[in-house]
């Protein structure tokens, strides 16, 4: 019998689930189910009840009475789940969440329960049992039962009246072996047969009957040998416990009761005597004769009795005999049964090493046809682009000046001309051909090969997007390259207003609305296959236009200057500007050296802590996160943005320090997470906006301007992306053979254009009030 201190060993490890078995009687079911929860707090229980059908083999010759036993089933079925239903609210208003029940139908409840043990793998199990909670023994036969042929792994608790009264562990041992000398004690309480036949023989026809049904449930005729080992061990078992347990009070009950019958014979004798006198002889000697006859059917009923006894006796002995046979024959099949575990056991490794192998062989399989596919997919794209023929393979146009343009254009390289200087070169605005345009000359300029020059315009060409500085043309005798020119300036200059001119700060709505480009570029440049990375990505690097839409620049500059050729301006530069560059590189780059799209990343998160402090240093992101957490963000807000949301400012620079976390794993990904904040605090920005459009009548709003030519719209169209674009400029980019997204690169599913009705009359809205 198992103490609370193994109960609660046992609980601490191990599985989660404890199984209680349940039956008709409510009233014992709850009291196991209180003893299950008083002892395994904080398990799962799962209710088991297994269902015996009502047995109709005493009527098999009536069929009336086999309809009637079967009307009785079908009650017992319906009534069923009203009583799994009462344990069920019994255990939710004890507090029990996860409620389970299992409930199997089965001829007999003992096996039924031990087929749910093996079938479920139950390993704790508490079950209700008859016995002696004083004495820790098991009265009953289906407990002895289900206890002597449990699995090893499953560990037993049985109760009776709410108390713990045997249990059966786990064996680490052989299961199913009985000592022979406990087996010979169990059949010794056979003797008490002999006491009793001493002391009465008169005594004796209950008891004899008793032993005979008990005899003959087992057919003579069937062999004992020709049965499992294991089976007959359990039977022989069984059939000993019963002795034990139930014989002994059935004898001394038909004592009692023949001393009964005894004392009453003799009190009709004593009776018959003293009415001699009184009844005729003959009805005397009627009453004796039938006395008599009475007694000699007794004799001969208790002669048969001993017979019986007699033959269960030498059952008995034969039984044991037989017992000890099939112990050696255990030992031998156990050794067996080791070996083969063993051998199982290896055969089992083997298997696991051939599923791993297996496996491997299947992800080399699906990495080879991806790459087959991928492989496929360019030998297509490669043919096709061969059939259409070599102008669709350099991408859009682009137009070539010549080296006298370029001087004439920037007045012969004065410096009133230049608007900025790097290590990438010295950047001159300009006039070419009756277009303002910004000349980037190259460092060290006719080093590199004029074809490997020239083959590398063509592959920047080919990236083209409305937030991208649009590449207009080249000077190959120079090697210098001629972008559009962008009025407003670089976002550096701007937040801290700098320059020629001083410049008012940025608007909140406007600083959503270049968050909102720069990320919009970002997604186009890392949706191509392979992604393509910035790499230098700085706020000095994003240029505004005269309504503030922002563009990013110096795209793939570094691919076009030779790395063994720096200038002395560039190191110059490059010195000045390390502060800079170190505030933007990521710090997983400066270990491996090696950049990826979450370079970009990190990059993007400085870019939008500063659009909401207004500050470039190098201890931004501390002095964010710090504020944050001492909760004063709003001493580090730019107020110069005019009436800044304090709950948007919030939100945008938690994401920013989000996409500045030092492990790159950590950082949130482009489309699915930073798209999509930023999207929703672009749409309160402009509802804020919106409020107070008539106190600054003056200022387009940004979704008001066509994303292709920065214009404001007149006749707005949705195209399949969800963008919103000016119909000739749509038109335009469909009819030149473009079947994807201008603003995410993505292949549209139709070519299907809706006017945005809601977006034009908004617009003549806003340009009556101008």
């Known amino acids: 019998m198992g103490s609370v201190g193994e109960i609660e060993a046992a609980a601490a490890g191990g599985a989660d689930t404890v199984f209680v078995a349940v039956g008709r009687d409510v009233e014992e079911g709850k009291a196991t189910l209180r003893w299950a929860l008083r002892h395994f707090p904080g398990k799962r229980i799962r209710l088991l009840h297994v269902q015996q059908p009502t047995r109709n083999t005493e009527f098999a ?16 079925m319906r009534k069923m789940p009203e009583v799994l239903n009462e344990y069920l609210v019994f255990l939710a208003q004890a507090g029990v969440v996860d409620l389970d029940k299992v409930w199997i139908e089965t001829d007999s409840i003992e096996k039924g329960i031990l087929e749910s043990i093996s079938r479920y793998n139950i390993r704790w199990l508490v079950i209700g049992a ?71 023989e008169d005594d004796r026809g209950p008891v004899l009957r008793r032993l005979r049904s008990q005899c003959l449930e087992q057919p003579e005729n ?74 000699k059917e007794l ?30 024959q255990n030992s031998i099949l ?61 991408g859009p146009q682009i137009l070539s000046f010549s080296f006298a343009e370029i001087v004439e254009a ?103 609305q270049i968050a909102t480009d720069i990320c919009s570029a970002l997604v186009y440049l890392h949706s191509h296959k392979p992604p393509i990375i910035h790499g230098n990505l700085k706020s000095s690097k994003v240029l505004l236009n005269a309504n503030f839409v922002a563009k990013v620049g110096d795209l793939g ?40 799209p979450e370079s970009d990343v990190y990059s993007f998160g400085i870019i939008l802590l500063q659009l909401v402090t207004g500050k470039s240093s ?20 730019d107020f110069s943005a005019g009436d800044c949301p304090l709950d948007q400012a919030k939100w945008l620079a938690q994401l920013g320090l989000r996409c500045c976390e030092r492990n790159k794993l950590d950082r949130p990904d482009l489309v699915s997470e930073i798209s999509s904040v930023i999207e929703s605090i672009r749409a309160l920005s402009i509802e804020s906006a919106s409020s107070s459009r008539s106190k600054e009548p003056g200022k387009t709003p940004a979704h008001f301007v066509c994303p292709i030519y920065q214009e404001v719209m007149k006749d707005p169209l949705i195209a399949a992306d969800g963008f919103t674009y000016e119909a000739e400029a749509i038109h335009g980019w469909l009819l030149s053979g473009h079947n994807t997204s201008p603003m995410t690169n993505l292949k549209l599913e139709h070519n299907d254009l809706v006017p945005n009705h809601a977006l034009l009359y908004a617009i003549q809205e806003w340009q009556e009030l101008l």
């Open 61 to 76: 010759a009536s069929k009336p009475k086999q309809c009637a036993v079967y009307d009785l089933h079908e009650v017992e």
């Open 130 to 200: 008859a016995a002696d909670k004083d004495n820790s023994k098991l009265d009953s036969r289906k407990a002895v039962f289900i206890c002597q042929n449990a699995p090893d792994f499953s560990q037993i608790w049985f109760i009776c009246k709410g108390c713990l009264v045997y249990t059966k562990i786990i064996q680490r041992s052989r299961s199913g072996e009985v000592s022979i000398k406990q087996l010979a004690r169990s059949f010794s309480s056979l003797e008490l047969f002999d006491g009793y036949i001493d002391k009465s």
């Open 222 to 295: 069937k062999k004992i040998q020709g049965q499992p080992a294991g089976g007959l061990y359990c039977r022989l078992e069984q059939a000993i416990v019963d002795g034990k347990s139930s014989r002994p009070q059935e004898f001394e009950e038909a004592v009692r009761r023949w001393k009964e019958e005894d004392n009453a014979l003799d009190a009709k004798m004593k009776a018959l005597t003293l009415s001699h006198s009184v009844y005729p002889a003959q009805s005397v000697e009627i009453l004796y004769n039938k006395e008599v006859n009475e007694r």
């Open 299 to 328: 004799e001969k009923m208790l002669g048969s009795k001993r017979q019986q006894l007699d033959r269960v006796k030498n059952q008995y002995h034969k039984t044991t005999r037989e017992l000890l046979t099939v112990r050696e």
């Open 334 to 394: 156990e050794k067996r049964a080791q070996k083969s575990k063993l051998e199982v056991k290896e055969l089992e490794e083997k298997f696991q090493s051939a599923v791993e192998l297996l496996i491997t062989f299947k992800e080399r399989r699906d990495k080879l046809r991806v790459e087959h596919q991928d492989a496929l997919k360019d030998v297509r794209d490669l043919r096709r682009s061969a059939q259409v023929g070599t102008p669709s393979l350099c």
């Open 410 to 512: 920037t007045h012969n390289f004065d410096p009133s001309q230049r608007i900025g200087e790097g290590k990438y070169g010295t950047v001159y605005k300009g006039l070419l051909r009756h277009l303002h345009v910004a000349i980037r000359m190259l460092p060290s300029f006719g080093s590199a090969g004029a074809v490997d020059f020239q083959r590398r315009v063509e592959v920047l060409s080919r990236v083209r997007h409305p937030n991208l500085v649009t590449l207009i043309g080249t000077c190959p005798e120079s090697q210098s390259l001629v972008f559009e020119y962008l009025k407003a300036g670089s976002l550096d200059k701007r937040l801290s207003c700098k320059g020629k001119s001083k410049t008012p700060p940025l608007t909140w709505n406007i600083r959503t």
């Open 557 to 596: 500059i570094y691919c076009l200057v030779p790395k063994n050729e720096n200038s002395k301006i560039a190191k110059s530069d490059a010195e000045s500007d390390s502060e800079v560059t170190s505030l933007y590189e990521d710090p997983e780059f400066l270990v491996s050296g090696q950049l990826t």
């Open 618 to 637: 190098l201890s931004i992101v501390k002095d964010v996160k710090c504020a944050l957490d001492k909760g004063n963000f709003d001493k580090v807000v």
